[in-house]
């Protein structure tokens, strides 16, 4: 499916991704809202789901910020406009939601962070803000008017009487109103400010975006794995120093080649990016009762459920792979595999989509290498048999 129009997915990338944004009408022609409006404020009831509610007008400040999980009285004691409801990681709780985000993998999906549903009443808005992540927004029900503004950074002033990272200042520069199946394709940190006509929902495909301090936890937890104890800091150009309590410029020098000198192992950075980037965003409680364990479970077991026609990659998976230098590793749920050449056919038909043939998986098990990574793919709870 073509969803961004009369855009090519290269010249997207060239020209709008994290450059400007783009408008997009009928990118999906009699779009049909996935949930209505009262299964939404029922998912806001369960303790695992992440949902919150914001009022323009609350009774305790402006831009109120309510998170859940709520009571169902909650709903009856908000006012008759001008607040929305937001689910956030509707794509873990719901496949056809997870099935729509399959349509963006022009973007590598490992950086595809969740689909969010707001549903807001008449003006119902979160201000004028921004995001430090690429986002598209779909109109799935009732009309929305988007107003953007200007390109902003850690400098910019927000609000204080409110929680919410709301803009003090917005400049606007276009305007739009946005009708079932449009869409808005969004850089990082442009300000943007979205007000509902009527009731309505706006789905928000966001991507992942670690920050530094993010990717640095990661490496050192890396490192910290696969640590080798004879790798230490050495000077052994040590020259005589005026002051022994001095730091010195060719101490810092040394620091800095040896750090650098890890940040060149490019598998050390595959694995940290392929665990974090394939970290399930929410914990998922599984039943096993009555089923078997992860030691239990054989090849045996795996050949006969992949006797299924149909094969699913459970809603929290997330997966990648890379081939660096020799080494190929295939990663899902913050999980490191390692793998062989020869599964490459079967890393990539398991990336691209969610939804598998058991007969195709059934045939490329009958390479070893490609048994072993499915069989503890299973084990590890990735995969279900649709039947």
């Known amino acids: 499916?073509?969803?961004?129009?009369n855009i090519s997915k290269e010249q997207f990338l060239k020209e709008y991704w994290q450059k400007k944004p783009l408008l997009i009408r009928q990118a999906y022609p009699n779009f049909e809202p996935l949930i209505p409006a009262d299964e939404l404020a029922g998912m806001s009831l369960e303790e695992e789901i992440e949902s919150r509610i914001i009022m323009e007008n609350g009774p305790d400040s402006p831009w109120q910020l309510l998170s859940g999980p709520f009571q169902e009285d909650t709903f009856s004691n908000l006012p008759e406009d001008k607040w929305t409801l937001l689910?956030?990681?509707?794509?873990?709780?719901?496949?056809?939601?997870?099935?729509?985000?399959?349509?963006?993998?022009?973007?590598?999906?490992?950086r595809i962070d969740d689909l969010m549903i707001s549903f807001a009443t008449d003006g119902g808005s979160v201000g004028p803000h921004y995001d430090q992540y690429d986002v598209f927004l779909l109109q799935a029900e009732g009309q929305r008017e988007w107003r953007i503004g200007q390109m902003c950074s850690e400098h910019d002033d927000f609000l204080k009487e409110t929680k919410l990272r709301i803009l003090s200042q917005f400049e606007e520069t276009d305007r739009w109103t946005l009708e079932p199946g449009d869409m808005l394709y969004l850089p990082p940190r442009l300000a943007h400010y979205g007000i509902s006509q009527?009731?309505?929902?706006?789905?928000?495909?966001?991507?992942?975006?670690?920050?530094?301090?993010?990717?640095?936890?990661?490496?050192?937890?890396?490192?910290?794995?696969?640590?080798?104890?004879?790798?230490?800091?050495?000077?052994?150009?040590l020259e005589l120093q005026e002051n022994c309590g001095e730091i010195s410029d060719a101490a810092l020098q040394q620091v800095r080649e040896f750090m650098t000198q890890a940040l060149?192992?490019?598998?050390?950075?595959?694995?940290?990016?392929?665990?974090?980037?394939?970290?399930?965003?929410?914990?998922?409680?599984?039943?096993?009762?009555?089923?078997?364990?992860?030691q239990e479970y054989t090849i045996s077991d795996l050949k006969y459920d992949l006797q299924a026609i149909d094969?699913?990659?459970?809603?929290?998976?997330?997966?990648?792979?890379?081939?660096?230098?020799?080494?190929?590793?295939?990663?899902?749920?913050?999980?490191?595999?390692?793998?062989?050449?020869?599964?490459?056919?079967?890393?990539?038909?398991?990336?691209?989509?969610?939804?598998?043939s058991g007969q195709k998986l059934l045939t490329l098990c009958e390479d070893s290498n490609n048994e072993k990574l499915l069989l503890n793919l299973w084990r590890d709870g990735h995969f279900f048999s649709a039947e």
């Open 1 to 5: 499916m073509d969803i961004l129009g």
């Open 87 to 110: 689910i956030q990681g509707v794509d873990q709780w719901v496949p056809e939601a997870a099935d729509l985000l399959q349509d963006f993998n022009f973007i590598p999906n490992w």
């Open 198 to 237: 009527g009731n309505g929902q706006t789905y928000s495909i966001g991507f992942r975006a670690p920050s530094q301090s993010e990717l640095m936890h990661s490496l050192v937890d890396q490192i910290d794995a696969s640590s080798n104890e004879d790798q230490r800091y050495g000077d052994p150009d």
């Open 264 to 294: 060149a192992d490019p598998v050390l950075l595959s694995d940290t990016i392929g665990k974090l980037m394939t970290e399930p965003k929410y914990s998922q409680e599984k039943d096993d009762k009555g089923a078997k364990s992860a």
């Open 311 to 356: 094969i699913e990659r459970e809603l929290h998976s997330r997966f990648a792979f890379n081939c660096t230098q020799g080494q190929y590793s295939f990663y899902a749920g913050g999980k490191v595999y390692p793998i062989k050449e020869n599964c490459l056919e079967l890393v990539k038909y398991l990336t691209q989509s969610r939804l598998y």
